[in-house]
């Protein structure tokens, strides 16, 4: 089944068994309707990839694509990132973590609902491998200054070249619109320390 149900699933997640093989996993938080993760998923055959979206729309319309796409090697569940990050995964399991265009809740009063705090990285941080790595995009300039300022708390994390970082993955849906508008993009890419 590429829809995860948590209600028959091991918790926390036991990923030999939720795709049924061994590889290396990658997560996508905020998956939207999928692109990124659907193309990934066909280009990078070797690893094993679970999406976590949190509107049903989306998330529905990413199983439907996921299906018509024939992938194996993706799951796919409908929850949020702090539920994924604090109840689903065992730490010291993911290879590779991807955050990209997070919701920037630009209204000052609507800040506390953003992604991005110290709490949060120390989680991500947490998940990863020693050597994982942890990729982020946003088209939002404030937003961006503070994703670099959380991401700088979390001492076990080493910035590393985003050029060379992103060069093999595919657009996101996001991006792809944001680049037609000629939105100017910050990357970042981050190692785990300890490989
Ligand atoms: C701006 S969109 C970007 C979608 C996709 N990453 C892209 O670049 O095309 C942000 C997505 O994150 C989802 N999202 C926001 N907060 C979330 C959370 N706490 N947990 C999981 N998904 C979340 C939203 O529903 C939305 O689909």
Redesign the pocket.
């Known amino acids: 089944m590429i829809e995860v149900d948590l209600n028959v699933a091991s918790l926390p997640l036991d990923w030999d068994e939720l795709f049924s093989r061994k590889a290396p996993v990658d997560i996508?938080?905020?998956?939207?309707?999928g692109?990124?993760l659907l193309d990934l998923a066909i280009r990078q055959p070797d690893h094993n990839y679970l999406a976590?979206?949190?509107?049903p729309k989306?998330h529905n319309l990413t199983c439907q694509r996921a299906g018509r796409r024939g992938v194996t090697n993706v799951r796919l569940l409908q929850?949020?990132?702090?539920d994924l990050l604090n109840r689903l995964v065992r730490p010291e399991t993911v290879e590779r973590l991807f955050v990209?265009?997070?919701?920037p809740w630009p209204k000052k009063r609507h800040h506390k609902r953003r992604?991005f705090t110290p709490e949060n990285v120390a989680t991500l941080s947490s998940v990863l491998v020693p050597g994982g790595l942890l990729y982020v995009k946003s088209d939002h300039p404030e937003y961006s200054d503070v994703i670099e300022a959380s991401l700088r708390t979390c001492a076990d994390l080493e910035p590393i070249d985003t050029t060379e970082a992103f060069q093999d993955l595919p657009l996101?849906?996001?991006?792809r619109k944001y680049i037609v508008e000629g939105r100017m993009i910050r990357a970042f890419a981050l190692k785990k320390r300890g490989s």
Do not use: H, N, Q, W
């Not at 990209?100 to 919701?103: A, H, I, Q, R, Y």
């Open positions: 996508e938080i905020g998956s939207g309707k692109a990124f976590v979206e949190r509107a989306y929850t949020t990132a702090e990209l265009f997070p919701d992604f996101t849906g996001f991006e």
